[in-house]
């Protein structure tokens, strides 16, 4: 399947995160209390973070070596075989401990029963298998299998969720989910993909490689899950949810960002192999130009109207969070920007090593400042630190890449993107005794696609007509 194809399925797997939770956010926010949604979020922190431990490194490896062997059927069984033996090992291990961590942290004792089902969370992970059709390049499939089950969920949270103490419900329709997600995955697998595997396995041989990218992932949810976990012990389950809603509202752009980049693995990874530098760098100065012209809208709207976006995805109960939504505002550049340079270009060709470093600062910088800022200003602090954080690791991922690619931004469309939100913004300014503000973001967002629209019919950015008309090979 072309690159093309497998953009339009992965962006409209994205959009289906970010449109399914704009139908359930808002209503489970306003239908389970503060106290309750804080402790899925605490609990679901612990899940995550242990799914993480578990997979030891394995999506992005699984990625990088099926994209290699995809035509070999017995090595790729092999293959495929082994890394869910070593992430099933691993995610039993981890779902003990998660088990007994409640006698020794005192905020666990009172959510057994989502700690179960957080358990049976992180075993299922281990046959979900997403790596393995992600480096077949089965875009498609994983787009249509995930909607409807997205679609099921929505509708469950609706239908079974009404009271404000819902918790456990709420918690085991987003587990049944993943459990399904990975029941169909490998069935599917072993119906149509498995052959035959007559060697043995080997275990061993994948695990010096499995061991930087699971360094890299400590490191990583050192500065993202690790700040909910660090708050919710300093504070309370009411500033887990003052920060997890500005973060997610931050980061909605940068899961369109990121399915862009986990597209552009596998075919990297085979350009790479055959040393064509000259693609690669063509890839990556799209996906840059890509990153550009979704995130610094959404940065500009949210820094701009942080009230209005927080009213209408979370609902007034969240109106104090505007400051740390202005705070996290500009994630999704930092973000988009270093998963081109890190994960798009730097891991496919083997600089595991060089993302692991720049990891391990933003894990420095991350616990330092959580643990200075987050017991005297709570959610604000959470917010500095995730910001300082991935600024941290982007920078020293930005700098190792120039050392091995050329990486030229296109300023023309930056040009183009400053002048449209500037001429926007100026429509709005008349209409801030007239209106309510939150017409006015939808006048500017208007504006702004409008603006941008005709100023490159005249300018007519090249970048920009190639991602308008999808010309990505």
């Excluded at 012990?233 to 909605?252: C, F, G, N, P």
């Excluded at 002048?419 to 500017?444: D, E, G, K």
């Amino acid at each position: 399947m072309s690159i093309r194809k497998n953009i339009i399925s992965n962006v409209l797997l994205s959009s289906s995160k970010i449109i399914f939770p704009l139908f359930t956010f808002p209503y489970i926010t306003r239908t389970l209390s503060v106290e309750s949604y804080g402790s899925v979020l605490f609990i679901d922190a612990f899940t995550q973070y242990f799914i993480i431990f578990s997979a030891l490194g394995v999506p992005f490896y699984g990625i990088r070596e099926i994209s290699k062997i995809k035509h070999k059927p017995e090595l790729r069984s092999k293959l495929v075989l082994e890394l869910i033996s070593i992430k099933l090992l691993l995610a039993i291990c981890f779902s003990l401990i998660f088990l007994l961590l409640k006698f020794f942290v005192p905020e666990l004792k009172n959510n057994t029963d989502l700690i179960k089902l957080g358990c049976i969370s992180i075993i299922s992970s281990s046959f979900l298998i997403e790596w393995f059709y992600q480096g077949m390049e089965l875009y498609a499939y994983i787009t249509k299998r995930s909607v409807l089950i997205k679609t099921l969920s929505v509708i469950s949270v609706f239908w079974l969720i009404k009271a404000n103490d819902d918790k456990l419900v709420y918690y085991f329709i987003l587990v049944f989910a993943n459990v399904t997600n990975a029941f169909i995955n490998f069935a599917y697998y072993l119906r149509k993909y498995h052959s035959p595997v007559c060697s043995k396995l080997e275990l061993t041989k994948h695990l010096k490689p499995l061991a930087i990218l699971f360094l890299i992932n400590i490191a990583v949810s050192a500065y993202t899950l690790l700040n909910t976990i660090i708050l919710g012990v300093y504070t309370d389950v009411t500033q887990v949810s003052y920060y997890e809603a500005s973060l997610r509202i931050s980061k909605i752009v940068t899961v369109c960002i990121v399915s862009v980049g986990a597209v552009l693995i596998p075919r990297i990874t085979s350009l790479g192999t055959i040393g064509n530098k000259n693609k690669i760098k063509d890839l990556m100065n799209m996906s840059c130009s890509i990153v550009l012209l979704t995130t610094i809208p959404f940065c500009c709207f949210c820094m701009l109207f942080p009230e209005e976006i927080l009213n209408i995805v979370v609902g007034k109960n969240y109106g104090d969070t505007e400051n740390a939504l202005r705070i996290l505002s500009p994630l999704p550049l930092i973000i988009g920007l270093c998963n081109v340079f890190g994960i798009q270009f730097l891991m496919p060709i083997g600089k595991e090593k060089k993302i692991f470093l720049a990891t391990l600062m933003g894990f420095v910088i991350s616990l330092i400042l959580n643990f200075i800022l987050t017991p005297k200003i709570g959610y604000i602090g959470a917010s500095i630190a995730c910001l300082c954080a991935e600024f941290t690791v982007f920078a020293i991922v930005y700098q190792n890449a120039r050392r091995e690619i050329e990486i030229t931004l296109d300023y023309g469309l930056l040009q183009l993107i400053i002048y449209s939100l500037a001429i926007s913004y100026c429509i709005t300014i008349p209409l801030h005794n007239l209106v309510s503000r939150f017409f006015q973001l939808w006048v500017m967002i208007i504006s702004f696609v409008t603006c941008l629209l005709l100023l490159n019919s005249y300018i007519k950015n090249t970048s920009l007509l190639k991602i308008l008309t999808l010309q990505i090979r």
